[in-house]
T-cell receptor, first 112, second 112 residues
Framework: GAGVSQSPRYKVAKRGQDVALRCDPI?????LFWYQQALGQGPEFLTY????????KSGLPSDRFFAERPEGSVSTLKIQRTQQEDSAVYLCASSIRQAEAFFGQGTRLTVV | KQEVTQIPAALSVPEGENLVLNCSFT??????LQWFRQDPGKGLTSLLLIQSSQREQTSGRLNASLDKSSGRSTLYIAASQPGDSATYLC???????????FGSGTRLLVRP
């Protein structure tokens, strides 16, 4: 597609459930980022991939969060044993090296 | 640690007014600064990207300026329209990091 695509758009999970969020970046974009956005706040960095290599995961809030990009294109953000504080919008962005970042529509996760 | 602040947090203006949104950052060693627009329930749309060597960028009714030495950027919107109503976010990218560091945004309402 022409832009960054994320799925699902909305996800309701029961506390303790595992979830997987998908990101399809713009074709050819080497860099891929995941951000977490709490209500009324700006996005906060979670992790960064360059091709299939995860170069920075310093923003992942706990070891329950795991991200992968095995073939250097599609990425999955997995959250294990979800907690209420995980409720947020998860945004994916892609770019060519350090150029302008393009964002997807986000996945709104609600943990009940 | 880089911190980005946006003032005001919310702004309501009548249609047709020219307005200025402010963004400040604590560490002047930035690679670039980007302004985004976010509509409710949507992802981020890039508006303007200013490289650290530039002083300003213009796109249509939007003009963004950058003063690295004082750690400030402004987004000027001319002849505001109701369709400009959205949250505006600024984000900086440091020289040594690939991630964007965001402010909390300014929620703009342009009244017809």
């Amino acid at each position: 597609g022409a832009g960054v695509s994320q799925s699902p758009r909305y996800k309701v999970a029961k506390r303790g459930q595992d979830v997987a969020l998908r990101c399809d970046p713009i074709s050819g974009h080497v860099s891929l980022f995941w951000y977490q956005q709490a209500l009324g706040q700006g996005p906060e960095f979670l992790t960064y991939f360059q091709n299939e290599a995860q170069l920075d995961k310093s923003g992942l809030p706990s070891d329950r969060f795991f991200a992968e990009r095995p073939e250097g294109s599609v990425s999955t953000l997995k959250i294990q044993r979800t907690q209420q504080e995980d409720s947020a919008v998860y945004l994916c962005a892609s770019s060519i090296r350090q150029a302008e970042a393009f964002f997807g529509q986000g996945t709104r996760l609600t943990v009940v | 640690k880089q911190e980005v602040t946006q003032i005001p947090a919310a702004l309501s203006v009548p249609e047709g007014e020219n307005l200025v949104l402010n963004c400040s950052f604590t560490d002047s060693a930035i690679y670039n600064l980007q302004w985004f627009r976010q509509d409710p329930g949507k992802g981020l749309t890039s508006l303007l990207l200013i490289q650290s060597s530039q002083r300003e960028q213009t796109s249509g009714r939007l003009n963004a300026s950058l003063d690295k030495s004082s750690g400030r950027s402004t987004l000027y919107i001319a002849a505001s329209q109701p369709g400009d109503s959205a949250t505006y976010l600024c984000a900086v990218k440091k020289d040594s990091s690939y991630k964007l560091i965001f402010g909390s945004g300014t929620r703009l309402l342009v009244r017809p």
